[in-house]
């Protein structure tokens, strides 16, 4: 055994093998408990799931190519999720409000510093303390729409501020996408204030403070710019991205490949293989990349995954804050997911998974009482 150990993919194989033992040893009283409700059963399904997902990654490794470090970014919000709802703490949701709360404000506190901030190419853009602009604008988007559900969507000081800085954040990194996905986050939170005319006139006022803030940054050569000339410019190559992955990748795979992909570098592969200049570029698309490096084969386990960790989170019921919580997180995933290859950064999607265990953690607390009026205010 220490001889074959010397093996990377075999050593990577028991190092796997090892550390998943203690969760099939979970998974097994799970399903020996014969609980026939609640989310007992639905958490052993998912490490089930988790596993035979891992062990599928693992054999695209040893066979095609790929990396651990890579495998465990794709299983991790799976994996994350199942530990943390089965500590099953009070203190979860309060915390993830916490951490919201920080990791806007934390972000916002670089605004000042050249820490804070990157050139691409021309275009001087934020991305706070994340590597990459759409990082930082996925994050506090989401982490916007888990402190206003916890807080149930009430249109506090609190949030108010959070919401400006929030906003502030996403212009300033020029990451147009999540224009979109900040938009679906603000109008979820309207639509649950009822859409009063109060609610719009706050809306308005943030529009107008954003219009002008943009206005006065704008900037051809520094500042917010959108190359509208070509295609190729206004999505910053990754239509030549697809174009590429579906005319020398899935047009020629066999019926073996299009079950199993080719392996989780498989889109790098087909650029250097196919695009002269020495240029390598990522799918920029995860659906496109799961197709393309797994197969059919990895993105219904995927898919699977996804799915149980839903269910699992709609286990008790949802409460009438909660209506709607979980669609619109997964409608944020999708819209970035167009543009960015989400499975292969586990801060795409961790967030995701967050949320989801925002609702379990939550699904026993009744919602906040109304505060009483006082007499002046009767």
Known sequence: MDAFFEVNSIKYLYMFLLIFGVFFMRTGRGFASGKSQGSGDMQSVLWVTTVIY?????????????????????????????????????????????????????????????????????????????????????????????????????????????????????????????????????????????????????????????????????????????DTSNLEGFTQGRDRVMSVLLKYGLASYSPLEWLFGRGLYADLVIFMENVSGGEVYGSHNEFLYLIVT?????????????????????????????????????????????TTTMSTYALKTWPLATILVLIFASKDQAPLPAQPKSAMQR
Not at 315 to 325: C, I, K, Y
Not at 326 to 332: E, P
């Open 54 to 226: 891992f062990t599928f990654l693992t054999l695209l490794m040893i066979f095609q190519n790929g990396s651990p470090q890579l495998i465990f970014k794709i299983v991790s919000p799976f994996i994350f999720f199942g530990l943390v709802v089965a500590a099953a703490d009070d203190s979860l949701p309060f915390a993830i409000a916490v951490g919201s709360v920080i990791n806007i404000v934390a972000n916002a506190a670089l605004l000042p510093f050249d820490y804070g901030w990157v050139y691409w190419g021309a275009v001087h853009t934020f991305k706070g303390f994340y590597l990459f602009k759409t990082d930082l604008s996925y994050s506090v988007t989401t982490s916007l729409l888990a402190f206003a559900a916890w807080n149930r969507y009430r249109l506090t000081p609190l949030y108010i501020a959070l919401a400006v800085l929030a906003v502030v954040q996403v212009m300033l990194a020029n990451s147009r996408l999540n224009y979109l996905t900040m938009a679906v986050v603000l109008v979820f939170v309207a639509l649950k204030n009822g859409a009063k005319p109060k609610t719009l006139l706050v809306y308005a006022g943030f529009l107008g403070v954003l219009a002008a803030v943009a206005w006065k940054l704008y900037s051809s050569s520094k500042g917010l710019t959108f």
């Open 294 to 338: 797994q197969g059919v084969t990895g993105l219904v386990l995927n898919v699977t995954a996804w799915w149980m960790v839903y269910k699992i989170s709609q286990s008790a019921g949802v409460q009438h804050w909660a209506s709607g919580l979980a669609a619109v997180a997964f409608l944020l995933y999708f819209i970035q997911g167009l």
